[in-house]
């Protein structure tokens, strides 16, 4: 009896979930629908006012001014700053909500509290909210997805939250909160058409998360950077420090390459600056932090490595520094041949990225599923002329990493970088 009432138990809670899975996929395919998105369109969707935020916080009750935060831009490092900044938080016993984008498995990975996802159910509610609202502008997808995460943060009654800048820093949906503390990481070419095509252009647009009278932190190094970031702080009574350089790395410190060290120093000296706010952190919680990582933040695909014999790593650098970053620790650690399979968005300077790649290496040029891949023709049009010993091009990621196993002998290494939908095909 006991036997078959168990049995039924379980076949109601697997019914249920079932019927909750459905919904869900259901809200996410009505917001991708419903609403312009980046991870789908690129630059098409990207929305250059805080306007449309501004209504939908109104809408559900101006979350964020319930909310304390730290508010994270730049161009390399921001999601790795991010969670190293929360997972301490959370090690140190605070209620921390974590906003980063995009997502590589599910939707739900953008939005986490102490590391745990939304819940389905959640996103579900959200978006029945939305769809009774008449809404009589169009908010795009990342706007929409702010607004769950800050909602969300409130209603769970969060200490603290870490939030990650989407694109820029000036317009930038995420630019509507008054942070505790503000964060650019560093400035490198990227999203020029949307940013501006020069340092101190993307410097001027990225320092318009600062905020009067909160403190900026940088890992930036770049003189003519600089001036930009110091010309703001004046402007707004605010104080620019620089992150502690020489903040000694423990000697477990779990990343891959030296721009993570780079990312955990800043990290470190935001804490430290954080205890002024009465946000107080141990070095035992940083280093609880750190070996938590993952579990606290959701952090992967950041010279990750996934399989052995060969080596296989996972890495999200998209833009010409970083990828020029990941290649130097590579060298270090590759003791064979190199293999690298590298799939990026349209909208990309291909052919710069394509110039870091070394020419001895195995080069396999491929499409990914996510609708704004770069196709084959736009991958051999930028790589026509380059000097590689090696290059094949492939319609799916997954053919590439077939043929690069079969081809790699087992002191290679394979290395799957670019973008974060190139990353998610192998999930």
Known sequence: MKHRAHHLFIKIIQSVSRQIDLRYSKAISWLFEQFPSYQIIGSKAYKPTLENTIKLLSIIGNPQDRLKFVHVAGSNGKGSTCSMIASTLTEAGYKVGLFTSPHIEDYTERIRINGKTISKESVVNFVNEIRKTELDFDPSFFEMTFALALKHFADEECDICVIEAGLGGRLDATNV????????????????????????????????????????????????????????????????????????????????????????????????????????????????????????????????????????????????????????????????????????????????????????????????????????????????????????????????????????????TILIIGSFFLVADFF
């Open 177 to 412: 909160i008054t942070p505790l503390l503000s964060i650019i990481t560093n400035i490198s070419l990227e999203h020029t058409q949307i940013l501006g095509d020069t340092l101190e252009l993307i410097a001027e647009e990225k320092a318009g998360i600062i905020k009067l009278g909160v403190t900026i932190i940088t890992a930036e190094k770049n003189p003519s950077v600089l001036s930009v970031f110091e010309s703001k702080v004046r402007e707004l009574s605010s104080t620019l420090i620089l992150f502690d350089e020489k903040r000694i790395i423990p000697s477990d410190f779990p990343l891959l390459g030296n721009y993570q060290q780079d990312n955990f120093r800043l990290a470190a000296t935001a804490l430290n600056e954080l205890e002024k706010s009465g946000f107080t952190s141990t070095s035992g919680d940083l280093a609880l932090g750190l070996k938590n990582l993952n579990q606290n933040s959701g952090l992967k695909a950041r010279l990750q490595i996934w399989k052995q014999d060969p080596l296989t790593i996972l890495d999200v650098s998209h833009n010409p520094a970083g990828i020029k970053s990941t290649l130097e620790t590579i060298e270090e650690l590759n003791k064979g041949n190199l293999h690298i399979i590298y799939g990026t968005s349209s909208d990309k300077d291909i052919s710069s990225i394509l110039d870091e790649f070394p020419s001895a290496a195995k080069i396999y040029l491929t499409e990914f599923t996510n609708p704004r891949s770069a196709n084959i023709s736009q991958l051999e049009k930028a790589s026509k002329g380059k000097n590689f010993e090696s290059v094949d091009y492939f319609f799916k990621a997954e053919s590439a990493f077939k043929i690069a196993q079969n081809t790699a002998k087992q002191n290679d």
